[in-house]
């Protein structure tokens, strides 16, 4: 049973256009999300998060965007760089259970 | 240079053995985490612990042992029940408390001989 679903296993984008990565949650709890990026044999590092009080979020050319009637977030790259590609994963929380749920991720590819 | 130090970076298991990897922060997080990435799945919560000498099973629990004796420390066991222990390890740590932004370790690679 998967709480935190990414759809898209990969993502192609030319550099310099918009990259758009997108996830949707099933558990009505989730009250806190966030992005992270992940190279390989490395560990994922932090890159933006969201509370369910807000619908957007915004740090330098990221932007996440929450949807809690849909139950759907996207993280928006602007513009994309060839250092964006990387495996990126959607996370959940309930606030104070400190458990975190993440998603299979999406890998992002950055054409030149 | 606070952070979180996973050892060892590659390590090899052999059938019925059990092998314990190293998770150590000076970050003076509370809560600390295992994860465990296989291709395709993404995240796995194995276990997690909140405090000193308490944790929680994760999703994928069995066959995996931890102990949190200090603040600092947070151990993980695969044990000789665990099928398929064949994966990428990641740890992690949290202020914990609601503040759910997690620091990551490196990861160790584990492989089955």
């Known amino acids: 049973d998967q709480q935190v679903k990414q759809n898209s296993p990969s993502l192609s984008v030319q550099e310099g256009r918009i990259s758009i990565l997108n996830c949707d949650y099933t558990?009505?709890?989730?009250?806190?999300f966030l992005w992270y990026k992940k190279y390989p044999a490395e560990g994922p590092t932090f890159l933006i998060s969201?509370?369910?009080?807000?619908d957007k979020n915004e740090d330098g050319r990221f932007t996440v965007f929450l949807n809690k009637s849909a139950k759907h977030l996207s993280l928006h790259i602007v513009p994309s760089q060839p250092g964006d590609s990387a495996v990126y994963f959607c996370?959940?929380?309930?606030?104070?259970?400190?458990?975190?749920?993440f998603g299979k991720g999406t890998r992002l590819h950055i054409l030149p | 240079d606070g952070g979180i130090t996973q050892s060892p970076k590659y390590l090899f298991r052999k059938e019925g053995q059990n092998v314990t990897l190293s998770c150590e922060q000076n970050?003076?997080?509370?809560?600390m985490y295992w994860y465990r990435q296989d291709p395709g799945q993404g995240l796995r919560l194995i276990y997690y612990?909140?405090?000193?000498?308490?944790?929680q099973k994760g999703d994928i629990a069995e066959g995996y042992s931890v102990s949190r004796e200090k603040k600092e420390s947070f151990p993980l066991t695969v044990t000789s029940a665990q099928k398929n222990p064949t994966a990428f390890y990641l740890c992690?740590?949290?202020?914990?408390?609601?503040?759910?932004?997690?620091?990551f370790g490196s990861g160790t690679q584990l492989s089955v001989l």
């Open positions: 992690a740590s949290s202020i914990g408390g609601g503040e759910e932004k997690l620091f």
């Open positions: 558990n009505s709890m989730f009250d806190y």
């Open positions: 969201i509370s369910s009080i807000k």
């Open positions: 996370a959940a929380s309930v606030r104070g259970d400190d458990k975190i749920i």
């Open positions: 970050l003076n997080h509370d809560a």
């Open positions: 612990s909140q405090i000193v000498n308490d944790f």
